[in-house]
T-cell receptor, first 114, second 114 residues
C-alpha cells in the first residue's frame, strides 16, 4: 500500500527565509501526490498536486514542489516565508493509481517568526 | 459557493449517547469520505463512498457507521460513542468537477465524548 512520511512534525523559519517541508512517499505504481494546507480552525485545502505532467509543480501562495522519482520525494518549498504561511501542511498520496482515496502523512506544523 | 458543510461544528456528549454528524456537499460529487484528525497521527480515513448506496470501510471504521442514500449527503453515525472517539472529524468530497483526487474538505467537527 502507498504511504507518505513527512520529516519533522514542526518546522520554524524566520519571515523572508526559505521554507522547505519534506515528504517521502512509498508507492508501487506511479503516484499521484498532493500537498494540503490547514490554517488554524479550518479544513484542509489543496496547495498543489502532481499527476505526472511535470516534475515541478506550482501551487497557490507561491509554493511549489518537485517530484524526484530517484529519491521518492515530493518536498514543498517557498522562497520567502510570510507570516500568513503559518499553518499545518500535509503531504498525501493516492492509494492506488487514480484512486480517490488519499493516504495522508502526519503533518508538519510551520511556524513563521517575525 | 461550492462547499462541504458539516454540522455540528462543536459537540460535547457523554459515553453511549448516539449522535450523528451530518455532511452535505453542493458540487454533485460522486466520492465522499470521513476522516478523523488526532495530534501526531494526521488524518485517518474512517469510511468512504464512491456513490449512492456504495460505502466501504477506511482505515479506522470501528465504532462508526455511515449511509449514502442521497448523492449530496453522507452522515457519520456514532451508535455508542466512547472517549477514544474524541477527535476532530472532517468530511470531504471529490468528483469530476473538481478533478481527480482533489478533495474539498468541510470545516471540521470537534467532538468530545465524556
Amino acid at each position: 500500500a502507498q504511504s507518505v512520511t513527512q520529516l519533522g512534525s514542526h518546522v520554524s523559519v524566520s519571515e523572508g527565509a526559505l521554507v522547505l517541508l519534506r515528504c517521502n512517499y512509498s508507492s508501487s505504481v506511479p503516484p499521484y501526490l498532493f500537498w494540503y494546507v490547514q490554517y488554524p480552525n479550518q479544513g484542509l485545502q489543496l496547495l498543489l498536486k502532481y499527476t505526472s505532467a511535470a516534475t515541478l509543480v506550482k501551487g497557490i501562495n507561491g509554493f511549489e514542489a518537485e517530484f524526484k522519482k530517484s529519491e521518492t520525494s515530493f518536498h514543498l518549498t517557498k522562497p520567502s516565508a510570510h507570516m500568513s504561511d503559518a499553518a499545518e501542511y500535509f503531504c498525501a498520496v493516492s492509494d492506488e493509481d487514480g484512486s480517490e482515496k488519499l493516504v495522508f502523512g502526519k503533518g508538519t506544523k510551520l511556524t513563521v517568526n517575525p | 459557493e461550492a462547499q462541504v458543510t458539516q454540522n455540528p461544528r462543536y459537540l460535547i456528549t457523554v459515553t453511549g449517547k448516539k449522535l450523528t454528524v451530518t455532511c452535505s456537499q453542493n458540487m454533485n460529487h460522486e466520492y465522499m469520505s470521513w476522516y478523523r484528525q488526532d495530534p501526531g497521527l494526521g488524518l485517518r480515513q474512517i469510511y468512504y463512498s464512491m456513490n449512492v448506496e456504495v460505502t466501504d470501510k477506511g482505515d479506522v471504521p470501528e465504532g462508526y457507521k455511515v449511509s449514502r442514500k442521497e448523492k449530496r449527503n453522507f452522515p457519520l453515525i456514532l451508535e455508542s460513542p466512547s472517549p477514544n472517539q474524541t477527535s476532530l472529524y472532517f468530511c470531504a468530497s471529490s468528483g469530476i468537477s473538481s478533478g481527480a483526487n482533489v478533495l474539498t474538505f468541510g470545516a471540521g467537527s470537534r467532538l468530545t465524548v465524556l
